[in-house]
């Protein structure tokens, strides 16, 4: 297992529906992302647990990619992963967000 | 459109068998109450391990329920997840809701945690009889991807009723488990068809050991539930020896029985072969009163 920590910031503030919002689930080729409101000096915190090791440039990609879309501030992201692929990863980001913010999921 | 309950993950089937935003989740994700031995053994854990419990309503009533999530290791049961659900039980016994509900899904023992999944398994026996001897009534629902076995398997028996669908299925050793152990010619668990009319909610239902079939619906488990609210079990002595004595006959009546379908026959099920392809409603017309 490899433990990956990004840290984002210029994020806008938040108002989120939830305190905190989670999507998909801990089995294989997928994962799990729990989304939080957290006050972190306007920064968006990410941590992955991921089984699948040597994958941070591409982590790296997916999340730049990720926080373009949803620059969010004061937000910590912690995801659990057993290899998802990196279409799976956004997918999954993009629908605990959609929870978290009010959307649909 | 209806909603699949096979298809749906553990938090989909909760918002849609009790009442809308009626459950209120304990120890939720955000808690980080996670497996202590998975890490150790270098593998993800998830923040709720594989069990979703809390309180909410089901039509209007108080119940406490559960929900074990199969695409997490199988819904299997390691030492957190068992505390979280011996933890809802023993909670019953204080804030006496109208019912508890079990979303079952599971293989049974979470084998990493070995010693500490099986005490925790002892433990959730325990409790759902603690919880029954109060006059709470257990109701299970089972129509997961995963099914429910192992030690799931007799928790699941040791409740008031199941409820199941077709594709829920039901038993102590798993199909794989069976081939493994006994080889491809007892029990060939590639054919999905003799595994289904085996270990399937059908004839788990004519055997008398799941209360209700339903269709593969998450509208029809939650309507099952309700109905299943009114029920009084018979706790008594007397219907315990009566329970025992037809287990007993069951060995007697169907022990030379090759296939569930020669069981079905021996029921008195006219072209019991048919009995796969019906739909929930029409099997439980043609199979009613002949039951074992």
Known sequence: ?105 | MTQSYYEASARERLAAVLDPSSFQEILPPSARVTSPHLRQLDTPAAFDDGIIVGEGRLDGQPVLAAAQEGGFMGGAVGEVHGAKLVGLLERALDTRPTAVLLLVESGGVRLHEANAGLIAVSEVMRAVLAVRGAGIPVIVLDGGQFGCFGGMGIVARLCDTVIISEEGRLGLSGPEVIETTCGVEEFDSRDRALVWRTVGGKHRTLLGEAGELVADATAAFRAAAIRALALTPDLSLEALEREHAALGQRIERFGDCHDAVDIWRALGIEAPERLPLLEAADFNTITAGKRA
């Not at chain 1, 490899?2 to 938040?14: A, N, V």
């Not at chain 1, 090791?53 to 659990?80: E, K």
Request: charged share 15%; with cysteine; proline share 5%.
């Open chain 1, 1 to 105: 297992m490899e433990t990956l920590k990004f840290e984002y910031r210029g994020g806008r503030p938040c108002n989120p529906a939830q305190a905190s919002a989670l999507a998909g689930v801990v089995g294989s080729g997928n994962l799990e992302i729990l989304v939080e409101q957290e006050p972190l000096n306007g920064a968006c915190a990410v941590e992955v647990v991921t089984a699948a090791v040597g994958f941070g440039a591409i982590w790296q990609a997916v999340l730049d990619d990720f926080f373009a879309r949803h620059p969010l501030a004061d937000v910590r992201i912690s995801i659990n992963d057993v290899g998802a692929t990196p279409a799976v990863v956004s997918l999954r980001l993009d629908q605990a967000v959609n929870a978290f913010l009010g959307g649909t999921a």
